[in-house]
């Protein structure tokens, strides 16, 4: 069984940092590409970053660029988000999601339960 | 940047034929992914590359893409299809973007 789970959201300052993790099991990790999607309540998702499975290509919303950095580590079947110069419009649930069929194009065929970050002073 | 615009909310008697629609420029040149999302859950994905079913979703539930428009359809709705239901497409290769999402009611 395919399984995500994400972990190291919380409560950050703004322009605090945070480093969010991804779990995976139930699938070989090194071969599918992987994204961070977050999602404030009541809002459609907003796509944060993707990475592609050997960690080569890694693409950013622009909203995001500059400040968050998406990294993988295939022998710990773990991803990762590093979140510098948080700000209070960064506050959502981030959801970290494996791609189905490469990178770009494809959907998201496995979700994990997403962690809530959440920037205030 | 590209934008998916679907409308807020659609209703539909029980039993009945559900359509929600995702607008976008020429969408009907990219492939279009399909969410359902019920309260306090992950989105599942229900249709994928405009028509596609992954195993576990109905046949009730199917995917057209042409155009300006992508449309879900949902046959024969039941209570437990009322959620958010959201569109998934490419920008250019490099971002993927999601519309704001429909509320489906089952009436």
């Known amino acids: 069984e395919v399984q995500l789970v994400e972990s190291g959201g919380g409560v950050v300052r703004p322009g605090g940092s945070l480093r969010l993790s991804c779990a995976a099991s139930g699938f070989t990790f090194a071969h599918y590409g992987m994204s961070w999607v977050r999602q404030v309540p009541g809002k459609g998702p907003e796509w944060v970053s993707g990475?592609?499975?050997?960690?080569?290509?890694?693409t950013y919303a622009d909203s995001v660029k500059g400040r968050f950095s998406i990294s993988r580590d295939d022998a710990k079947n773990s991803l990762y988000l590093q979140m510098d110069s948080l700000r209070a419009e960064d506050t959502a649930f981030y959801y970290c999601a494996r791609l189905m069929e490469g990178y770009s194009g494809s959907a998201v065929d496995y979700w994990g339960q997403g962690t809530l970050v959440t920037v205030s002073s | 940047s590209y934008t998916l615009t679907q409308p807020l909310s659609v209703s539909v008697a029980l039993g009945q034929t559900a359509r929600i629609t995702c607008g976008g420029d020429n969408i009907g040149s990219k492939f279009v992914h399909w969410y359902r999302q019920r309260p306090g859950q992950a989105p599942v994905l229900v249709i994928y590359?405009?028509?596609n079913r992954p195993s576990g979703i109905p046949e009730r539930f199917s995917g057209s893409n042409s155009g300006n428009t992508a449309t879900l359809t949902i046959s024969g709705a039941q209570v437990g299809d009322e959620a958010d239901y959201f569109c998934q497409a490419w920008d250019s290769g490099t971002a993927a973007v999601f519309g704001g999402g429909t509320k489906l009611t089952v009436l």
């Open positions: 590359r405009d028509t």
């Open positions: 990475i592609n499975w050997n960690g080569i290509s890694t």
